[in-house]
């Protein structure tokens, strides 16, 4: 900074009061500026989510009364998942399509576990706007694909809850979820 | 106006403090107050001192271990902690696997409600649960201790006081006051405030507690430990607290400086300063 | 009004001339608190405390505002959520520190602003209307401050709330109604929790408004100062940038250090560990106080222990309590004396310092429990804040002969003044 000074201030008598001078002033204003910054720090970080928030335990969901062709819903992070116990017919018809046609390319192995590609858990949190899918409930509308479908803005997910149509840009989230027994998931 | 009413307001109210001082006065002499045995043999905490007293003071983290073992094995079964959660041990260098084992096996369970059955149950706690409540149908009512070192006048001193301090009242007292004898069910202290509370000495022979680190667990120390962890308990946030302090004080002391060089030189060509 | 001298502001770029067209905003600082605002040139550090006052209503509204997104404002979980904040929301524990350590250094900060007001006369005309507003923030602020501590909603939250609508059940006749009216029930509960925490968020900005006047009303005839002679010409002032920018800046720096000392060494000082217990109607704590700025308003209440004629002690106290700030309004015209300054006034400086001892004085006692000697002190000491105001005041501004002022600002502060010499022949 001061050799910055030295180029701006002429060479003559008063240069050197100068200079201090002004090193001074930007130096104590530079300070309250970064000060005042440093204090911004806090008040902007308390908004992120809290330790507790953070802390929200991973969910344990036996999984033994799902029988195949039915799903329910858990609550992960205060949003819905969906487990769903997966027909041979809807696990061939997911592995019917070639994945490298889909706009979110996965093929169902990729969103299931090994040894249990019946089961799709994935979030219940439509890729788009984050809608409510339709289509785990009992009774619901599965859509044409017979997977999900989003009735906010219509999109639809097939078997292997992956976007086939509407507006949705990504498949069904997979949240991070491993087997603790056959009949036990647990998710988190 | 002002001038003609105010004399008039201040000397009713002068006269009327002194109507008052004049009959407190004639009551302090002829009644004086009388003495109570609270007040005559009430003590004030011990001096003790801890390893985060004082502006550069920390945790000693052994001894918050050791005073977590302290509540665990003895306090728990009255006092709830119930602003601390598991997790938080983590703070206290246990590992994340420890804290998850000493959840599940955590003797108060977690009490659980099925919205659509109406069934009440209970489960092993989670890290992420708070400390279980402890009901207690006793004599008494044992305070949550999450913030007792701070709920209490020099409190982490008055825990430690109040544990070691369980004695038979003095007979110098009931000769004085021979209605104070502490009723049936009550234990004297000279630590807490009115003298008798219906704790008993919750800490009483020495290796009550097995320490795993090898200190030696006598009265005074189990005490020392956990009074360490209850500050803890109640300010989390203590090491961080004073080291972002020391980095502000510092910013502040420099910038501070700096703006006083400036005014300084700003108010250098003004006479008279 | 300013001074003819004052600066103009003048944009040199563009845009800045084009804002100032459409929207004077930069000229209105500059004015108000730039280098257009001539200010006396002798004002000393008490005259700092103005812009620490402002600083601390920033930093309450801000740390405030925030506070407000984390706490719950229900009996239920009040105390919960308060400790929600310190333990798991990020910075929490920093930013309740900072709030609960910034009230008290609001009111040091304007305690010391008000007394540079009593020592300096600052309320004296042409003045009056700054020191009246400034009366309606204190008294806003007093009860932004109560109401903010009730919300914790520890032992001392729930027995303060009682206690000091208490108060409103003293007036007769309509005491007992008014009192329930304020709680929204018979003793301090849910309803009265939800609506102090409204009337908490909002006062603090009914308070920056005031301040706007205050600051406003203080434009129009200028700055005062310690010699308490007004401005006669430009010597006698600078410029507020940078001359008292650079000082204020020093000053807030030295103010952010003590602060922050307290905020990060000492944060539970100046609170009550029982306020650390949850609310519980069913047992009062063994020693109620209020916080410490309201203690010499405290020890005034409890000073009136006997019934006074047919006016019972409990009303007198009530009475005596407002009364004791209320007369604050009524000094510009209780103290009548023409010169302004301490500095210059002998006796009134002496009584000054005894009101100082006694204010402090009553301070203690207020924090003190309720028993003898603390008492009776009280009453002797309160006795001399009304006599101070309404009797001695008056008084002495009658009797005083005060000591030679000097000509003018400069003179005071140069030792001579060259304008002086004019004035003294108009024909040059």
Known sequence: ?188 | MVRLFGPFVGLFFAVALLWSFGNGAYVAITEPAAPTAEHEFHKHPKEVHFASDGAFGRFDKEQLQRGFLVYKEVCSACHSLKHVAFRDLQQLGYSEAEVKAIAKQWGTKQPTFDPKTGDRGERDNLPADHFPMVYYAGQGSPPDLSLITKARHEGPAYVYSLLTGYQDQPAELLKKFPDAKTPEGLHYNPYFANLNLAMPAPLTGDGQVTYSDGTPATVDQMSKDVAAFLIWTAEPKLDKRKQTGWAVLGFLLAATVLAYLSKKQVWSNVGGH | MSFPWANHYKPSHPFMQWLDEKLPLPRFVYNAVGAGYPVPRNLNYFWNFGILAGVCLMLQIVTGVILAMHYAANTGVAFDSTEHIMRDVNWGWMLRYAHANGASAFFVVVYVHIFRGFFFSSYKAPREMIWLLGVVIFLLMMATAFMGYVLPWGQMSFWGAKVITGLFGAIPLVGEPLQQWLLGGFSPDQAALNRFFSLHFLLPFVILGVVILHVWALHIPGSSNPTGVEVKSESDTVPFHPYYTAKDGFGLGVFLLLYCAVLFFAPNALGHPDNYIPANPMSTPAHIVPEWYFWPFYAILRAFTSDFFFIPAKLMGVLAMFSAILVWFFLPWLDTSPVRSGLYRPLFRKFFYVLLVDVLILGYCGGAPAAEPYVMISQIAATYYFLHFLVILPLVSSIEKPEPLPYSITEAVLGKDDGAVLSANPAA
Not at chain 1, 19 to 45: E, M, Q, T, Y
Not at chain 1, 133 to 154: D, R, S
């Open chain 1, 1 to 188: 900074m001061a050799d910055e000074a030295s180029i701006d201030t002429p060479a003559d008598g008063t240069g050197e009061g100068v200079r201090r001078r002004d090193f001074i002033n930007i130096a104590a204003v530079s300070f309250a500026g970064v000060g005042g910054l440093a204090a911004v720090w806090p008040l902007v970080r308390q908004m992120s989510p809290s330790a507790d928030v953070l802390a929200e335990s991973s969910t344990e969901i036996d999984i033994s009364a799902i029988q195949p062709g039915q799903a329910i819903k858990a609550v992960f992070r205060k949003q819905p998942v969906f487990l769903r116990n997966l027909t041979p017919k809807e696990i061939s018809e997911a592995d019917a399509v070639d994945a490298s046609t889909l706009r979110d390319p996965q093929t169902l192995e990729q969103r299931t576990k090994e040894g249990h590609k019946n089961w799709l858990i994935t979030m219940g949190v439509c890729t788009h706007l984050g809608c409510v899918p339709l289509g785990a409930g009992e009774g619901e509308v599965k859509g044409e694909f017979g997977g999900y479908f989003c009735p906010c803005h219509g999109s639809v997910y097939d078997t292997a809850a992956r976007i086939r149509k509407g507006p949705a840009p990504k498949n069904l989230e997979v949240p991070p979820y491993e087997f603790t027994s056959d009949t036990v998931v647990k998710i988190g």
